[in-house]
T-cell receptor
Framework: GESVGLHLPTLSVQEGDNSIINCAYS??????FIWYKQESGKGPQFIID?????DKRQGQRVTVLLNKTVKHLSLQIAATQPGDSAVYFC????????????????FGTGTRLKVLA | DAGVIQSPRHEVTEMGQEVTLRCKPI?????LFWYRQTMMRGLELLIY????????DSGMPEDRFSAKMPNASFSTLKIQPSEPRDSAVYFC?????????FGSGTRLTVV
């Protein structure tokens, strides 16, 4: 069935280093891919998204890369800081405007990022 | 904007009791989602609404769960009767297009 999965459940990174969080997806029809950050005791927070017709998008200290050939998504965080410690989720969004005018979201299982001082 | 507002933040109830979770979405958002999060199963979509109309409730575990959205600014998720396995954090989220905004969640403990 359709699914979004993460390769690494936990990633430990030294403060100041770059982090790369990976995600595999299975649905070729996805229109958007989104990364969320969830800190302890809080709800997931939108970080960045990318349309399916793009292969790279940059934000502030974050870059998302999309490789549709191998159905792979990654989130790169530059100069990782202690405040980046959280669980990161990838999600894919499928827009069905042609049919019901609604859309479908599929979340991955999450990767925990630990920033070491 | 105060964001998505959920209440209560914490709920402890006895098995068999009715539980009602509340959500106020962001004004102008036309989609509202209810998610459940556990360590074992991660984030699970329970139901979502578009313009107050339920679109997909296939994630609702069983008939004990029901959700309503009587107007654009309010939604409820009700569990009756509650069971210990319903213990989880329940999130409400709203969106306009692709970016979802989540509330802070309701931590439900059924004893």
């Amino acid at each position: 069935g359709e699914s979004v999965g993460l390769h690494l459940p936990t990633l430990s990174v030294q403060e100041g280093d770059n982090s790369i969080i990976n995600c595999a997806y299975s649905n070729s029809a996805s229109d958007y891919f989104i990364w969320y950050k969830q800190e302890s005791g809080k709800g997931p927070q939108f970080i960045i998204d990318i349309r399916s017709n793009m292969d790279k998008r940059q934000g502030q200290r974050v870059t998302v890369l999309l490789n549709k050939t191998v159905k792979h998504l990654s989130l790169q965080i530059a100069a990782t800081q202690p405040g980046d410690s959280a669980v990161y989720f990838c999600a894919e969004m499928i827009i069905r405007w042609a049919t019901s005018g609604t859309y479908k979201y599929i979340f991955g299982t999450g990767t925990r990022l630990k920033v070491l001082a | 904007d105060a964001g998505v507002i959920q209440s209560p933040r914490h709920e402890v109830t006895e098995m068999g009791q009715e539980v009602t979770l509340r959500c106020k979405p962001i004004s102008g958002h036309d989609y509202l989602f209810w998610y459940r999060q556990t360590m074992m199963r991660g984030l699970e979509l329970l139901i979502y609404f578009n313009n107050n109309v339920p679109i997909d409730d296939s994630g609702m575990p069983e008939d004990r769960f029901s959700a309503k959205m009587p107007n654009a600014s309010f939604s409820t998720l009700k569990i009756q009767p509650s069971e210990p396995r319903d213990s989880a954090v329940y999130f409400c989220a709203s969106s306009f297009r692709q970016g979802m905004t989540f509330g802070s969640g309701t931590r439900l403990t059924v004893v």
